[in-house]
């Protein structure tokens, strides 16, 4: 029964770290398009809404898709006052009791109620209402359930690896602690 959950969370890890390095190309991509808006409006006194519509869609994609990505990293903001002066124990507790009361359900009402939100916008093909904007604005609002899907997922992981340190067996060392 272990080694299947421990497949299974270094499976979810895989996904994760994969979307993680498409987020980072994003990034890359996003500093050329800001960099492009500013040369262009201050160098040319112009610019484009498609610009400015791109650079906070590809921030939407980091934020939405990385953060799966960032918690398997832990990367997320924490305060560590008491947390980093517990055992490896301790903080499994608060992490396996923070993934069972705040962050499934949490990722669970975030996904289900963007669900119809999102059939909406596919439903009539959602575009920029301004003109020369992006046109699949639908495309962009599919990240809302996609991305919180991914961090639930790397939530349920996080959660089953801290049950077993609490348990006092470790997944990743495959072990004792």
Not at 31 to 55: C, G, H, K
Not at 84 to 95: E, I, L
Not at 121 to 136: H, L, N, Q, T
């Amino acid at each position: 029964m272990t080694a299947f959950f421990r497949n299974l969370c270094q499976s979810i890890d895989i996904l994760n770290r994969w979307v993680g390095r498409v987020v980072a190309w994003a990034t890359a991509l996003v500093v050329v398009v800001v960099f492009t808006d500013v040369v262009m409006r201050y160098a040319f006194n112009t610019s484009f809404v498609f610009t400015q519509e791109m650079e906070w869609h590809l921030f939407a994609f980091i934020f939405l898709m990385g953060a799966g990505a960032t918690l398997l990293n832990d990367g997320h903001v924490r305060v560590d006052v008491f947390y980093s002066r517990m055992g490896p124990k301790a903080q499994a507790w608060v992490n396996l009791i923070g993934v069972l009361f705040f962050l499934i359900p949490g990722c669970a009402m975030i996904v289900i109620t963007s669900l119809k939100f999102v059939g909406n916008a596919f439903a009539v093909m959602e575009s920029s209402p301004d003109p020369g904007g992006i046109p699949f604005r639908f495309i962009v609002k599919s990240f809302i359930p996609a991305g919180i899907f991914l961090l639930l997922i790397q939530g349920i992981a996080m959660g089953i690896r801290s049950f077993f340190i609490i348990i006092g067996r470790d997944l990743d060392a495959g072990g004792d602690v």
